[in-house]
């Protein structure tokens, strides 16, 4: 099992370009996630899928959108990025499996640079 | 609104000595709380969690946490620390709900150990 994979690993872009973080889990999940990590702020979520077909805004969600494409995959888009959008993206996913889990797992993460 | 505190948001511990990483947190239901581990340029990996049950919660790499109520407190140890532990690491709560397994993040704390 590969678990949470995400494209691409860096990218750069200029201000104004737009561009799709892609992600997808192997392990059946219900619940996805995506977070920005910035330094000193820990992780801050962005958008989240709590099954396929829903998503919901998190705490940052502004200049973001989301697509749940099926159970498996879960995109992050960005329409015209900015410099405050240079972070380190992270997507999670979790299943709800009373009482012991709601653990996220987490991909390796993407490292965007907006100049 | 759930958050969390991490007292410290770097702390240096000398090889062999005790690991002590502070966290606190708020909740309006009982939570359920995570440490996570974050090594250089890669995504998050959980140490351990309390969702129910005994308050003392072992993981892995010797870590262990113990879940005070009456201090809102999960804070995280290690008895001897070896320089593998180096990395930055994550206290997270969630309100537990179904469909609704959301963390909220500390800010972190890079521990360094000194050879």
């Known amino acids: 099992n590969a678990g949470v994979t995400q494209t691409p690993k860096f990218q750069v872009l200029k201000t104004g370009q737009s561009m799709t973080l892609q992600c997808a889990q192997d392990m059946n999940h219900n619940s996805m996630y995506w977070y920005r990590q910035d330094p000193g702020m820990g992780l801050r979520l962005i958008y989240y899928?709590?099954?396929?077909?829903?998503?919901d805004k998190g705490e940052v969600p502004n200049g973001y959108n989301v697509s749940r494409l099926n159970k498996r995959e879960f995109s992050l888009r960005l329409e015209s990025a900015a410099p405050s959008q240079t972070s380190v993206y992270f997507c999670?996913?979790?299943?709800?499996?009373?009482?012991?889990?709601?653990?996220?797992?987490f991909g390796p993460g993407t490292r965007l640079t907006v100049t | 609104a759930q958050s969390v505190t991490q007292l410290g948001s770097h702390v240096s511990v000398s090889e062999g000595a005790l690991v002590l990483l502070r966290c606190n947190y708020s909740?309006?239901?009982?939570?359920?709380l995570f440490w996570y581990v974050q090594y250089p340029n890669q995504g998050l990996q959980l140490l351990l969690k309390y969702t129910t049950g005994a308050t003392l919660v072992k993981g892995i790499n010797g870590f262990e946490a113990e879940f005070k109520k009456s201090e809102t407190s999960f804070h995280l140890t290690k008895p001897s620390a070896h320089m593998s532990d180096a990395a930055e690491y994550f206290c997270a709560v969630s309100e537990g709900n179904f469909g609704n397994e959301k963390l909220t993040f500390g800010t972190g704390t890079r521990l360094t150990i000194i050879p």
């Open positions: 909740s309006s239901v009982p939570p359920y």
């Open positions: 899928s709590a099954s396929e077909g829903t998503t």
């Open positions: 999670a996913s979790s299943e709800w499996d009373f009482p012991s889990s709601y653990e996220q797992y």
